[in-house]
């Protein structure tokens, strides 16, 4: 049995919840990008260009060969090109996105906060606890925005199963299961290799970010960290984390070495009462769900739900533009980014 997509969004409350994400005063986000070499700079500049709450005011890169590569690339065409200081000086600029390597998140976000701006981190945000917790405090204390590049925020899926849980149609949910695959090059199996946690370490915050939000802070958090994948090198590369919570239990994994990961990633969330079932989560999605009773917009039994296309970044984006233009907090708290990274230190074997 099958729900339309039309019927599904419209009974859930995404469609309402999409409209009114954006609406607020009028004053356009005056952001700016600190460093371009991250994966995710691409999507997230091209979701503040499409977008009528954004504009793009400039743009550092500290690498000359890399700004002048980005010259040749039309996604950049038009864009202001400014040094660290004159981004940072720069009284008009309200939100600094800081597109970043590990190692180079806290002190890149320290000066965005000492500049009195709010700031959109890359993740993950360091390899300890304490310097992310004194820079989530600042910004507390300033009441500046701070929120992580977590890209699972906005998947209609994993959306879908929180609010049922929330009402509890799914009874109690006591197993979650969570995968996040990749198929790395060298380049970047030699940077997840500079971590212990590897390849846990890199990817799976992205899930973790969604897992606390039906378990919250886990009890106890037991961590396999191997390397299986035949490559001559370091990296753990084949790892799972199984994180108790009072009542059940979570299972988040990733493995760099997956021919077809993307289509792989999968959450699940399964009650006593309900289990909701979102694979892939990225690109065109797909989600199904099964009822013991029919509960909202779900029939009784197995059903299969188109999702469409899921962009990973205009969700985190449209949720800034609203908190700021409303001068309200975000949806992800500060405690929550804290818990978040001190999950996946713990899921890394990095924190105990």
């Given at each position: 049995m099958s729900i339309d997509r039309r019927e599904f969004l419209i009974s859930s409350g995404a469609a309402m919840a999409a409209a009114g994400a954006a609406k607020g005063a009028e004053r356009k986000v005056r952001a700016a990008v600190l460093g371009t070499q991250h994966s995710h700079v691409r999507g997230k500049l091209?979701?503040?260009?499409?977008?009528?709450?954004y504009e793009v005011a400039c743009i550092c890169e500290h690498d000359p060969a890399v700004q002048k590569k980005h010259a040749a690339d039309p996604?950049?065409?038009g864009q202001?090109?400014?040094s660290e200081g004159e981004l940072l000086s720069d009284e008009s600029i309200d939100?600094?996105?800081?597109?970043?390597?590990?190692?180079?998140?806290i002190p890149w976000g320290r000066k965005v906060i000492d500049a009195g701006k709010h700031l959109h981190l890359e993740k993950p945000a360091g390899d300890t606890y304490e310097p992310f917790k004194e820079l989530v405090e600042e910004a507390r204390t300033k009441?500046?925005?701070?929120?992580?590049?977590w890209v699972l925020r906005g998947q209609a899926g994993i959306n879908a199963a929180a609010e049922a849980a929330r009402k509890g149609w799914l009874g109690h949910v006591h197993l979650i299961r969570a995968t996040i695959n990749s198929d790395r090059d060298q380049p970047q199996r030699d940077l997840e290799a500079r971590y212990p946690g590897g390849a846990m370490f890199e990817l799976i915050g992205h899930v973790v970010d969604r897992v606390l939000e039906f378990t919250g802070r886990?009890?106890?958090?037991?961590?396999?960290?191997r390397h299986d994948t035949g490559v001559d090198d370091d990296l753990k590369d084949n790892t799972l984390a199984v994180l108790e919570y009072s009542g059940g239990l979570a299972l988040v994994s990733t493995t760099a070495r997956m021919?077809?990961?993307?289509?792989?990633r999968s959450f699940e969330v399964i009650g006593t009462d309900g289990t909701f079932m979102v694979q892939p989560l990225g690109g065109h999605s797909k989600m199904k769900v099964a009822m013991r009773q029919a509960r909202g917009p779900y029939k009784e039994g197995w059903q299969a739900i188109d999702l469409g296309p899921q962009?990973?970044?205009?969700?985190?984006?449209?949720?800034?533009?609203r908190a700021f233009k409303t001068k309200t907090p975000l949806k992800y708290s500060y405690d929550h980014e804290l818990l978040v990274h001190e999950t996946v230190l713990r899921a890394s074997d990095m924190m105990s």
């Open positions: 091209q979701a503040m260009l499409d977008s009528p709450d996604l950049y065409k202001q090109w400014v939100l600094v996105v800081v597109e970043c390597k590990p190692w180079q998140a009441n500046l925005l701070l929120q992580k590049g886990p009890d106890k958090v037991h961590t396999w960290l021919y077809g990961s993307g289509d792989h962009p990973r970044y205009v969700a985190d984006m449209e949720e800034f533009a």
